[in-house]
């Protein structure tokens, strides 16, 4: 079982930035595939990034260039650095695992909420 912990949500102006950082509970990267989605008020959930190397990284449309996810393996954590904010950006944030070849082995975090106002 992956216990997967989300942190760094908060109410940002637009222009601003946060970073949010995900905590897995041991070394998965090299068998998972991560990933954050976000899901707004009334919206389906969507995928934000993802990553399965330093090297092989994934936006969608709307936040590339504003947004970049890392890794870091020796502390089991993900990042997303969000820049650019705008107030479209706010929805709750979820980190997400999947395993590489049993693909129904997946897990989620439990959510941080990211809020885009003036």
């Known amino acids: 079982q992956v216990q997967l912990v989300e942190s760094g949500g908060d109410l940002v102006q637009p222009g601003g930035s946060l970073r949010l950082s995900c905590t897995a509970s041991?070394?998965?990267?090299?068998?998972?595939?991560m990933a954050w989605y976000r899901q707004a008020p009334g919206k389906q959930r969507e995928l934000v990034a993802s990553?399965?190397?330093?090297?092989?990284?994934n936006y969608a449309d709307s936040v590339k260039g504003r947004f970049t996810i890392s890794r870091d393996t020796a502390k089991n954590t993900m990042y997303l650095q969000m820049n650019s904010l705008k107030p479209e950006d706010t929805a709750v944030y979820y980190c997400?695992?999947?395993?590489?070849?049993?693909?129904?082995?997946?897990?989620w975090g439990q959510g941080t909420q990211v809020t885009v106002s003036s």
């Open positions: 997400n695992a999947k395993h590489l070849v049993f693909t129904s082995r997946e897990y």
């Open positions: 041991g070394p998965i990267f090299g068998n998972y595939a």
């Open positions: 990553i399965r190397s330093s090297s092989n990284t």
